[in-house]
């Protein structure tokens, strides 16, 4: 990635934004308690075209209106600006059981199809540059319980990646350009 001014948006108890050596780190969130600086992500007061990046994680699934995030992220990025973001997959094997219940993860119906953020982040502006499908094993309440499907870790990519539990994308800001 490229960049000076990065900003994670979102877990702020979980610094994502190590890849980022000798650049600006921001932390930002609704509580004061982990952060840099609190703001809401729907009303960012970051002036137009100030950052180079923004990380987005489970950010969407966790708001009212997802498309007014993707329309602030997409005025406070620079030309070439990235967003890398992860959602919960509604229809992964997680969605089968009770995890998306309000309480530890987002409700279902809160969680954005990926079908869906991509028609989204098109409709702001962004072009997709990459994605990835994540976490193929189901639900587990117990870290023990989650050995048992370590195979499915290494299958999952290759025989269902539509049914991971998470989703991340790379989606950049693309302006068009005028010469003379």
């Not at 990046?53 to 007014?68: A, I, K, N, T, Y």
């Not at 009770?98 to 309480?103: C, L, S």
């Not at 539990?165 to 005028?178: D, E, F, N, Q, S």
Request: a positive charge.
């Amino acid at each position: 990635v490229h960049g000076e001014v990065w900003v994670q948006m979102g877990m702020a108890s979980w610094p994502l934004l190590s890849f980022c050596n000798g650049r600006v780190l921001i932390l930002q969130a609704d509580n004061a308690e982990n952060a840099d600086v609190c703001m809401q992500p729907d009303a960012l007061a970051w002036t137009h075209a100030s950052l180079d990046g923004v990380l987005l994680p489970h950010v969407l699934s966790c708001c009212s209106e997802p498309d007014r995030i993707l329309a602030e992220v997409f005025r406070a990025l620079k030309p070439e600006g990235r967003l890398i973001l992860t959602e919960f997959n509604p229809h992964s094997l997680w969605g089968i059981g009770a995890a998306f219940d309000g309480k530890r993860l987002p409700e279902k119906k809160r969680c954005l199809p990926l079908p869906l953020l991509k028609r989204k982040a098109k409709a702001t502006g962004f072009n997709i540059e990459r994605g990835r499908f994540m976490g193929y094993a189901p639900w587990a309440k117990q870290q023990g319980d989650l050995s048992k499907w370590a195979f499915i870790e290494s299958a999952g990519n290759r025989w269902w990646p539509h049914a991971a539990a998470v989703y991340g994308l790379v989606l950049v800001k693309r302006t068009p350009c005028i010469t003379p």
